[in-house]
């Protein structure tokens, strides 16, 4: 797996967009990006995932840089459950995503 | 979607014990499972791969005898800790891989904390 860096905590204001970063400088033309977060006490949940197209669902948004070297996850309007350890992982399609390398990821707290 | 469910969500022993985690894939068959262990205020490690119908594959340097693992059907994945002291206290956790999605997306089970007195 290509190697990620991520700031390991931020804040935002309940209500406004949450806008993690995380570099990805190595990827390989055929890795994804994945990104999931844990809850405190809880089992990580998976959010999000592309390969060079920005992405959207229910949850977040995810841009990735032309170049892919770096990626953003958005979260548009951050409410208080948000807050959470985000992770961003890169990883091949069809390969044993379960031998995924989670960081340190980003501690992201939402404050009223 | 997939659903993972991890039983039970906490436990506490004795130290000398035996203590079983059971992890299930619910709408969704795994013929692989991952078991992760966290320490407070650290990420996930992963400590071994379950496969249906065979031995487990552990990661280096988990003890294979003390952490055993189980993979009886497509949907159960059972660790076992055995012989727990005070240093196996943990969050357990449990993940598997819904291949009919396609997107190499890990659903995780709400995660097992065992205490060891």
């Known amino acids: 797996d290509a190697k990620t860096t991520q700031p390991p905590s931020m804040d935002c204001a309940e209500g406004r967009a949450a806008n993690l970063p995380c570099n990805h400088s190595?990827?390989?033309?055929?890795?994804?990006v994945y990104w999931y977060r844990q809850i405190h006490s809880q089992g990580p949940q998976y959010i999000i995932h592309?390969?060079?197209n920005n992405e959207t669902n229910e949850m977040a948004s995810l841009i990735i840089t032309e170049d892919r070297k770096s990626s953003t996850l958005i979260l548009p309007h951050a409410t208080l459950r948000d807050t959470a350890v985000y992770y961003c992982?890169?990883?091949?399609?069809?390969?044993?995503?379960?031998?995924?390398?989670f960081g340190d990821g980003t501690t992201l707290t939402v404050k009223p | 979607g997939a659903v993972v469910s991890q039983h039970p969500s906490w436990v506490i022993c004795k130290s000398g014990t035996s203590v079983k985690i059971e992890c299930r894939s619910l709408?969704?068959?795994?013929?692989?499972m991952f078991w992760y262990r966290q320490f407070p205020k650290q990420s996930l490690m992963l400590m071994a791969t379950?496969?249906?119908?065979?031995?487990?594959?552990?990661e280096q340097g988990v003890e294979k005898d003390k952490f055993l693992i189980n993979h009886a059907s497509l949907t159960l994945s059972t660790l076992t800790v055995t012989s727990a002291h005070p240093e196996d206290s943990s969050f357990y956790i449990c993940?598997?891989?819904?291949?009919?999605?396609?997107?190499?997306?890990?659903?995780f089970g709400a995660g097992s904390r065992l205490t060891v007195l």
């Open positions: 993940s598997a891989r819904d291949l009919s999605s396609g997107a190499n997306v890990l659903t």
């Open positions: 379950s496969n249906e119908g065979s031995k487990a594959t552990y």
């Open positions: 709408d969704f068959q795994a013929t692989t």
């Open positions: 992982i890169v990883r091949v399609v069809g390969t044993n995503a379960g031998k995924s390398t």
């Open positions: 592309g390969l060079k």
């Open positions: 190595t990827i390989s033309g055929n890795e994804y």
